[in-house]
């Protein structure tokens, strides 16, 4: 067992910048510049804001999660991925729930990028599989879906395994099932994250910052906690210290 020192506890972070124009998302970006957080772009800021706004922030030297969790039929989903690879992003999901062909057809649509020279770099694609506001009651009498929520986690953990991404988006609760299930080298990628104390909002299932990194996950993506603070980098480097006094299991 590894302790974390503050910069990998740092380069798990993502901060969600989900505000409404670029100059208030810039303005917190320069608050957390340097601290070796992600930027997580969502489509609040991306609609508002366009691809320029990603460009800015890996200007700033952040890495860039573009999560806007693409769900569409598969040949449009393989554009879409195109032109997000061409942003240089780091990182971008789809929803797991488009099925086995449209997540493939990410992964093409990222490789089309790199054949034509269009982007140099090849972004981490991953899956979304439930929404962390997803409680049973939803899962079952509105969405439809029959079982309990980590069996639905589960089952399109695994189908995006094996449509060739890099990871799912899931609650930190079902990480070690997860990597049980997938394996140690498949990414987690975990909101829900709420330090003790703090606002719940609308999450169901949630963990703190300490017990996501004792539970094995890979980024932990953390809005209000850190972007609703008075001094959001305070916020963040109180975080980092709760993490770095637990540790990474892997």
């Keep these: 067992m590894t302790k974390l020192t503050p910069e990998q506890a740092a380069a798990k972070v993502m901060v969600a910048l989900d505000k409404p124009d670029r100059s208030a998302a810039l303005q917190l ?33 952040f890495r860039v999660f573009l999560d806007l969790k693409m769900h569409d039929i598969p040949n449009t989903v393989r554009g879409g991925a195109r032109s997000i690879a061409k942003l240089g992003v780091d990182m971008f999901n789809v929803h797991a729930a488009g099925g086995a062909a449209m997540m493939r057809a990410a992964v093409q649509g990222v490789q089309d990028a790199l054949d034509a020279g269009e982007t140099a770099t090849k972004p981490l694609i991953i899956g979304v599989t439930q929404l962390t506001s997803t409680n049973l009651t939803t899962l079952n009498e509105e969405i439809g879906i029959p079982g309990t929520v980590e069996e639905a986690v589960l089952r399109y953990a695994r189908l995006t395994k094996e449509a060739g991404l890099d990871g799912v988006v899931a609650s930190p609760l079902e990480v070690g099932a997860i990597k049980a299930a997938c394996g140690a080298s498949f990414l987690t990628v975990t909101p829900g994250i709420r330090p003790k104390g703090a606002d719940v909002g609308d999450q169901q299932r949630i963990t703190t910052p300490s017990d996501a990194v004792k539970g094995g996950t890979d980024y932990l993506v953390i809005g209000r906690p850190i972007t609703g603070a008075a001094d959001p980098a305070a916020a963040l480097q109180t975080i980092l210290k709760e993490m770095s006094s637990s540790y990474d299991d892997r």
């Design 29 to 61: 970006a320069e608050q957390l510049q340097g601290t070796g957080c992600w930027a997580k772009v969502g489509m609040e800021l991306f609609y508002a804001a366009g691809q320029d706004i990603v460009r800015e922030l890996k200007a700033r030297g």
